[in-house]
């Protein structure tokens, strides 16, 4: 048998009586444990939870972006695979998912990832953004917000950013003009609300000779921070102010945005039209090496002159037409070089000759007048000069061309001439009307250049000229000049034909001396030439 002292017997029941109770005490703890977790803290399965439940973030300029970064751990056993990201801005600013690092794989037990949330300042103020995150852990949500402050630098921004769709410039202007061409400006539409916007009506008001219209690119729904542009086209009309407004309707509360559109047009005083105009884009531009035909003073015998015609443009252009604006004053065209349809390529060039075989003494004043397809369309070319006297008629003919060439363009009567062109070897019905001369040098060819009808009867006629002379007969061809011509006799001379070209060569009663009427049948004086035969 043991005996104990009673002091021990105290310490005995003490010590029992301590034992039994914290026995409740810990089976309690135990109770609340999670019984499937292992190491202390971590849960058993995956888990995921922010680093920072509050991250401050500062502040962000209206207008201007900010990028956040968002920590978040798997405080879990096992993997966690996260299922999406959503993001529940202030109306303030305007916040999307830049990076997000937490959907690229899952994230093993004890693993980090980010998430970079863009935040966008709207208007000036306290903001807050709250990131959800779906995943399959035990909790099944992650969150963490994001606080900070938009602020403005001046009221003037802060004014402009409390609407809703926000329009930049607030007023258009073209500003002063003094040209017709069209131009071109945009307008910047921009939604600065949290919410999505919807566009329901454009229009533009304006008079109706103001020159202005638009054309929008903006789609029907305009998303938080999204800007679309407005092209307005100006294309002035009439001079001085001109004025209108762009109206925007949309769905958020002020329903309506507004654009003042204006420009003044300032039309440039008339001006005397200069020789040569300025190169056009996607057009020939036709110039001559001189700016005036001068064949000086003095002028006693048959001079020439040569032009030169160039296409300084950045197109082809094609001669339309080379005529003159006198009739009478013994100019003559040259076949050789520029003729009608004539292509000149850009930095190419024909030449034109003139010869002048004065019939009077006195100034020379006619214009050359050349039609093509190039800037403008007509290049006018002064001729001047002055003759002492007139030149002698054995060493050159008066020809009249009765019909010009046919316009390209297929012209009427009136600027071919007023005759059908004929075919070669038709026959002509009826004589030209030798008072017609109202383009009478127009083309001339030059195989006639100083042949002339030195006598004539009803039925033939002598031509003379540089090579020597020739009988022609009535209805008959010869070969003149190198060139094959039908002979028609008329009442004032002899008309000379070929294909779509008539020469009249008028007989100059100064050479009847000597000669038998028109009236007699056969002539008794004829001259001959060994290097010109009849054919």
Not at 469 to 484: C, K, L, M, P, Y
Request: aromatic letters at 4%.
């Amino acid at each position: 048998m043991i005996f104990v002292s009673g002091m021990q017997r105290l310490a005995f029941i003490l010590v029992m009586g301590l034992c039994l109770t914290s026995y409740p005490a810990l089976a309690q703890f135990n109770a609340f444990k999670d019984p499937t977790s292992g190491k202390a803290g971590a849960a058993a399965g995956p888990d995921l939870k922010a680093v920072q439940d509050s991250i401050v973030a500062g502040k962000v300029a209206v207008g201007t972006t900010a990028y956040v970064v968002t920590v978040f751990q798997n405080n879990g056993t096992q993997p966690v695979k996260t299922l999406g990201v959503n993001l529940y801005p202030s109306s303030g600013v305007a916040a999307q998912v830049n990076l997000n690092k937490c959907a690229e794989e899952p994230l093993p037990p004890e693993g980090q990832c980010a998430i970079t949330v863009a935040v966008t300042g709207l208007q000036a103020g306290a903001y807050r953004v709250e990131v959800l995150i779906d995943h399959d852990g035990r909790s099944r949500l992650a969150k963490a917000a994001i606080t900070g402050e938009a602020e403005s630098s001046s009221t003037q921004q802060l004014d402009k950013v409390k609407m809703d769709v926000e329009a930049v410039p607030e007023t258009l202007d073209f500003g002063s003009v003094n040209s017709g061409l069209p131009l071109v400006r945009s307008i910047l539409l921009r939604n600065r609300t949290a919410d999505p916007v919807t566009l329901t009506n454009l229009k533009l008001d304006s008079a109706a000779l103001s020159g202005f219209k638009y054309v929008s690119e903006c789609p029907e729904r305009l998303v938080a921070g999204e800007s679309c542009v407005v092209n307005v086209t100006w294309t002035p009309q009439v001079g001085g102010l001109t004025e209108g407004v762009l109206l925007v309707g949309h769905s958020a509360n002020s329903s309506l945005t507004k654009v003042d559109i204006k420009g003044t047009y300032q039309p440039p005083t008339g001006a005397s039209a200069a020789i040569y105009p300025e190169s056009v884009p996607d057009m020939g531009l036709l110039v001559a090496d001189k700016t005036e035909v001068n064949f000086g003073t003095g002028i006693n015998s048959v001079s020439s002159n040569t032009v030169m015609l160039v296409n300084s443009g950045y197109s082809a252009l094609t001669l339309k037409n080379i005529r003159l604006a006198g009739s009478d004053s013994g100019l003559s065209l040259s076949r050789d070089g520029c003729r009608v349809g004539t292509e000149i390529t850009p930095g190419g060039a024909c030449v034109l000759t003139i010869s002048w075989t004065p019939n009077r003494a006195g100034a020379l004043v006619d214009d050359l007048q050349v039609l093509h397809t190039g800037a403008r369309g007509v290049l006018v070319l002064p001729i001047r000069g002055e003759a002492a006297a007139a030149a002698p008629r054995d060493t050159s003919s008066l020809q009249v061309r009765q019909s010009s060439l046919p316009m390209l363009d297929g012209g009427s009567q009136a600027e071919t001439g007023g005759q059908r062109p004929r075919s070669a070897g038709e026959a002509r019905t009826t004589p030209p009307d030798l008072n017609d001369v109202a383009d009478v040098l127009a083309n001339m060819g030059a195989s006639l250049d100083g042949v002339s009808v030195t006598s004539m009867s009803a039925q033939k006629a002598v031509l003379s000229g540089p090579g020597g002379s020739i009988i022609v007969r009535n209805g008959r061809e010869s070969f003149i000049g190198g060139a094959r011509w039908m002979a028609t006799i008329v009442e004032n001379g002899v008309v000379l034909s070929r294909e779509h070209e008539d020469v009249t060569l008028f007989f100059d009663k100064s050479f009847r001396i000597g000669t038998i009427s028109p009236a007699e049948p056969e002539m008794t004086t004829t001259a001959t030439s060994s290097s010109t035969s009849e054919q």
